[in-house]
Nanobody, 125 residues
Framework: QVEFEESGGGLVQPGGSLKLSCAASGVSLDAWSIGWFRQVPGKEREGVSAISSDGERTYYSEFVKGRFTIFRDRGMGYLQMNNLNPEDTAVYYC????????????????????WGQGTQVTVSS
């Protein structure tokens, strides 16, 4: 059984920062691409960022490019989020895949069967 556990969310003021963490059981994140996704109630889940298994390649959605940084270390995945704005408010999920990051982001709805509970990020003054 593969399980993902996200942590690090919370309430932050606009312009603030948060660092999300992703842990997994049942799979070694070291060998897989890691992706971060987010979902707002009533809207579809969307891809935010991804990093290849060797850490050499990354992807960022246009909405977070320049503000978020994805990285991985010792079997964990992380998403450093800076200069947050209210539009970033969502539940954030991590996932892993054996596919390249571009495929993982574009086809996550069919490729990723396992999702964690997510971590709530709320950006509000």
């Amino acid at each position: 059984q593969v399980e993902f556990e996200e942590s690090g969310g919370g309430l932050v003021q606009p312009g603030g920062s948060l660092k999300l963490s992703c842990a997994a059981s049942g799979v070694s994140l070291d060998a897989w691409s890691i992706g971060w996704f987010r979902q707002v109630p009533g809207k579809e889940r969307e891809g935010v960022s991804a990093i290849s298994s060797d850490g050499e390649r990354t992807y960022y959605s246009e909405f977070v490019k320049g503000r978020f940084t994805i990285f991985r270390d010792r079997g964990m995945g992380y998403l450093q989020m800076n200069n947050l704005n209210p539009e970033d408010t969502a539940v954030y999920y991590c996932a892993a895949s054996s596919h390249p990051i571009e495929t993982m982001i574009s086809r996550f709805k069919t490729l990723i069967p396992y999702w964690g509970q997510g971590t709530q990020v709320t950006v509000s003054s």
